[in-house]
Nanobody
Framework: QAQLVESGGGLVQAGDSLRLSCEVS????????MAWFRQAPGKEREFVVG????????DYADSVKGRFTISRDNARNTVYLQMNSLKPEDTAVYYC???????????????WGQGTQVTVSS
């Protein structure tokens, strides 16, 4: 059974950085594209960034381009999200997701983590 476990969330001030991790087990990690989504209070879940199976291609939402960086370590079955220059509007629960097709990650994922809270104070 697939398990995706996020960690690294917390409370920071505007301008600070955080690094989220998502450790995956129960599936062949290198066979899946990975993504991060987020859901702010009262809003729908939104796509943040995706990465293909090899790590050679990425896709960022406009709202995080230039500030967030996704990476993956297929040897460690882990995907990371480095978040710099955080803003209060980045406050949300961040979810890790695994999908079969990189091109479809914005709208479809097969497996989800439980989420980790990121709160950015002004």
């Amino acid at each position: 059974q697939a398990q995706l476990v996020e960690s690294g969330g917390g409370l920071v001030q505007a301008g600070d950085s955080l690094r989220l991790s998502c450790e995956v087990s129960g599936l062949t990690f290198s066979g899946y594209a990975m993504a991060w989504f987020r859901q702010a209070p009262g809003k729908e879940r939104e796509f943040v960034v995706g990465i293909n199976r090899s790590g050679g291609r990425t896709d960022y939402a406009d709202s995080v381009k230039g500030r967030f960086t996704i990476s993956r370590d297929n040897a460690r079955n882990t995907v990371y999200l480095q978040m710099n220059s955080l803003k209060p509007e980045d406050t949300a629960v961040y979810y890790c997701a695994a999908g079969g097709a990189f091109a479809e990650l914005r709208v479809r994922a097969n497996y989800w983590g439980q989420g980790t809270q990121v709160t950015v104070s002004s």
